[in-house]
């Protein structure tokens, strides 16, 4: 693991006051190179605080903005404060951070590739989840390989090292909602690079997911909706330049 | 087209449109989002004073009773205005994350400056910001 890099852990986090002290000590442990930061999205309950007690720098929300605002401040942050690289750490204690340095050895070992996500299904690792969720997963899977003809085994995975370029291209324009599927599609059509590597996640430790059940059937249309449109837009992307992409009015 | 809906048809549509004007001229209403509610109450008012207009636009797309064109027109109306405005709260929605993410992103630098030169500058801690927010608890006055 090359060390001279400056290495960012974004820990995006709503209401995780319970295990986030866990998830930023266990960085320190298994991923010193990397400074922590938190994005406490709005939380009502202690996040902050513990973020702050634990020595982390924490991004504090007014408000929340959703997993896709939260995960976008900290690209924002990395790319301000010049980070080479970012890696996305769920605050639930699902992401190992010991997995963290096979990120950045596959980071190293592929220099044209510019995200590198860890998979759950790459390896036969028996992820256990409700049988609906895995078959979800799969199901963007299959269409998101179709369209980046490469094979992706786990689009829905947050966890993910990210090198200087997709950081810029995605403190530029990050998606809102559930982005992990869509991020997979922004940066094909940008034509950037990802690679999968296996690692192992656990179980939630606490909290609940951005997905929950009621929901998930929203979760897929919506999702499967962005692919669609996504696949039809234009200009995916504003480039350095163009028009800004939230100007005062568009005529009427 | 019967004297009386005209009559009716004229004096609301003259009223929606006064009432806009003075919104604008009292500043309650944005000239960006003004303008398409003006052509619509413009428009609307035209057809109910120019009753032959109507008449053969009615008649131009089959509809028998010239006074519900006016309902049809004022219907697709509507339809714009209403996708004017979800495109509006789009724009806002994404202004208003941009903003969030800024003053995040702000109050972070002042934390590490405040740390960096404690006295310098106001720390965020000192008016109970890090505190959790929780509900308050139920006052022993109220308001009764």
């Known amino acids: 693991m090359i060390s001279e890099r400056a290495c960012l852990a974004v820990v995006p986090a709503y209401n995780e006051a319970a295990t986030i002290g866990g998830v930023i000590d266990s960085l320190r442990e298994h991923a010193p190179a990397f400074d922590v930061v938190v994005i406490d999205d709005g939380s009502t309950d202690a996040t902050c605080r513990e973020g702050l007690n634990r020595g982390a720098r924490v991004l504090r929300h007014p408000f929340n903005l959703g997993i896709g605002g939260a995960v976008q401040s900290g690209f924002k942050f990395a790319l301000e404060n010049g980070y080479d690289y970012l890696v996305q750490v769920d605050a639930d204690g699902q992401h190992d951070p010991c997995e963290i340095p096979k990120l950045v050895d596959a980071m190293e070992e592929h220099p044209d590739v510019d995200v590198i996500c860890g998979s759950r299904f790459l390896a036969d690792l028996r992820y256990v989840g409700p049988v609906s969720r895995r078959a979800g997963i799969h199901l963007f899977a299959f269409i998101l390989s179709r369209i980046v003809r490469q094979k992706i085994t786990d689009p829905t995975s947050g966890f993910r090292l990210y090198n200087r370029r997709a950081i810029s291209l995605f403190a530029r324009d990050y998606p809102h909602d559930y982005p992990e599927v869509e991020a997979v599609l922004v940066l094909h059509y940008h034509r950037l690079r990802m690679r999968e590597v296996s690692v192992r996640m656990f179980q939630r430790g606490g909290g609940r997911s951005s997905i929950r059940s009621g929901k998930s059937v929203y979760y897929m249309i919506k999702v499967l909706l962005a692919i669609f449109v996504g696949l039809v837009r234009a200009k995916p992307v504003v480039e350095p330049g163009d028009e800004a992409p939230v100007v005062a009015s568009h005529g009427i | ?144």
């Open chain 2, 1 to 144: 087209m019967e004297t009386r809906v005209q009559i009716v048809a004229i004096v609301a549509t003259g009223a929606l449109f006064l009432v806009l004007l003075e919104l604008v001229r009292r500043r309650r209403l944005l000239e960006r989002y003004a303008i398409l509610w003006l052509v619509c109450s413009v428009a609307l008012l035209g057809l109910s004073v120019w009753k032959g207009l109507l008449n053969d636009l009615a008649h131009a797309v089959g509809i028998f009773y010239a006074p519900s064109a006016l309902f049809v027109i004022a219907f697709a109306f509507v339809l714009v205005l209403l996708l004017h405005f979800s495109v509006a709260v789009s724009r806002l929605a994404d202004q208003n994350k941009v903003l969030a993410q800024r003053v995040a992103l702000l109050e972070e630098q002042q934390r590490a400056a405040a740390k960096a030169a404690p006295g310098r500058f106001r720390q965020p801690e000192d008016e109970g910001e890090l505190r959790e927010r929780e509900p308050a608890a139920t006052s022993p006055g109220g308001y009764e």
